[in-house]
């Protein structure tokens, strides 16, 4: 009798608690306690992760001069601004170089006091032109170079209204903090330098009667490195 009732007792427990499992797995669920994904959520994916670099997705190699000018006339001397941009190796250059060759426009506006005894009542100056630069440094490290250039112009002028086109020949004296280097990536690319600094120039322009060639103009340069980044 002991055996029989120790074997229906097991039964009935075993069954007791086959019941209870299957009640806690039909019972309804509180989706209030789950934690969900926010919206718009996506997993990250495999692999490494590009992002764009900060900054303008395209620049060129350049030369950019700012900078205040003046000249001498028959009125008296005329102040103004002057500027110019161009291509330049050594800001393509991913490199320190000592040698630079570049091309590019120039420009600059001016104004002559009037003069009282002609009846002309203009007296603005404008020329500008296209250059070619050569340019050689004087010392140099690793942060910081000066430079010694000469450069040949062909520009087109109106002076007190007048029109004319000529030549000019100029040489430079430029002191630059800079820094180089050559980047590739799948995202995009930069190569070159960037540059801040100062100039002096001084030269002869053929600008057109009335003025005297010579010219002298200080400011600051500036260089830009070529950067593509689609």
Same mark, same amino acid.
């Given at each position: 009798?002991?055996?029989?009732?120790?074997?229906?007792?097991?039964?009935?427990?075993?069954?007791?608690?086959?019941?209870?499992?299957?009640?806690?797995?039909?019972?309804?669920?509180?989706?209030?306690?789950?934690?969900?994904?926010?919206?718009?959520?996506?997993?990250?994916?495999?692999?490494?992760?590009?992002?764009?670099?900060?900054?303008?997705?395209?620049?060129?190699?350049?030369?950019?001069?700012?900078?205040?000018?003046?000249? +001498?006339?028959?009125?008296?001397?005329?102040?103004?601004?002057?500027?110019?941009?161009?291509?330049?190796?050594?800001?393509?250059?991913?490199?320190?170089?000592?040698?630079?060759?570049?091309?590019?426009?120039?420009?600059?506006?001016?104004?002559?006091?009037?003069?009282?005894?002609?009846?002309?009542?203009?007296?603005?100056?404008?020329?500008?032109?296209?250059?070619?630069?050569?340019?050689?440094?004087?010392?140099?490290?690793?942060?910081?170079?000066?430079?010694?250039?000469?450069?040949?112009?062909?520009?087109?002028? +109106?002076?007190?209204?007048?029109?004319?086109?000529?030549?000019?020949?100029?040489?430079?004296?430029?002191?630059?903090?800079?820094?180089?280097?050559?980047?590739?990536?799948?995202?995009?690319?930069?190569?070159?330098?960037?540059?801040?600094?100062?100039?002096?120039?001084?030269?002869?322009?053929?600008?057109?009667?009335?003025?005297?060639?010579?010219?002298?103009?200080?400011?600051?340069?500036?260089?830009?490195?070529?950067?593509?980044?689609?």
């Amino acid at each position: 009798m002991s055996l029989r009732f120790s074997c229906l007792s097991l039964a009935t427990l075993a069954g007791s608690l086959l019941a209870a499992g299957t009640a806690a797995a039909d019972a309804p669920r509180d989706h209030r306690t789950e934690v969900e994904p926010a919206p718009g959520y996506a997993p990250a994916p495999e692999g490494r992760v590009y992002r764009r670099r900060p900054g303008p997705r395209f620049m060129m190699p350049l030369k950019i001069d700012i900078g205040a000018t003046g000249m +001498s006339t028959d009125r008296g001397f005329a102040p103004g601004i002057a500027a110019a941009v161009g291509i330049h190796w050594a800001s393509l250059s991913p490199t320190p170089t000592d040698t630079d060759v570049g091309i590019g426009v120039f420009g600059a506006l001016m104004a002559a006091p009037m003069d009282p005894n002609t009846t002309n009542d203009q007296n603005g100056i404008a020329y500008g032109g296209a250059y070619l630069e050569l340019g050689h440094t004087l010392s140099r490290n690793d942060w910081g170079r000066t430079w010694a250039s000469a450069r040949g112009e062909y520009l087109g002028s +109106s002076v007190f209204g007048t029109s004319h086109t000529g030549f000019g020949v100029t040489g430079r004296l430029s002191a630059e903090l800079y820094t180089s280097g050559v980047g590739i990536e799948p995202r995009g690319l930069f190569l070159g330098t960037y540059a801040i600094g100062v100039y002096a120039e001084a030269g002869l322009r053929d600008v057109g009667p009335g003025v005297n060639d010579f010219t002298a103009t200080a400011g600051l340069t500036f260089r830009t490195p070529l950067v593509i980044a689609p």
